[in-house]
């Protein structure tokens, strides 16, 4: 086997950072944003920086926990990379959840931000 493609480290990367921030500190998360930056956070949207960081800073628990499952990465046009994350979260002491999370990613100035981030709980009712 080859070496992975240039876009699966960045968007590891990037994952890894962001995730790291969330967890430890979320009023830092502007660093991965940009003022055109989109986040729709089940189903509610928010645009530029400082309404993503607000939203993601009043969210009501204090410690969270993520455990990713699985990520994968792609190239898009215009030097961009499409990221998808699987995983686990634990928030407080609610119950453990799945989540989903997409991020398209884009080099501005030798530095990766985030343009576009969705995020969902994978919550089921099969009853």
Known sequence: MGDKPVWE????????HYYQLFGNDRTQLGAVYIDASCLTWKGQQFQGKAAIVEKLSSLLFQKIQHSLMAQDHQPMPDSCIISMVVGRLKADEDPIMGFHQMFLLKNIQDAWVCTNDMFRLALHNFG
């Open 9 to 16: 480290p960045i968007g590891s990367s990037f994952i890894q």
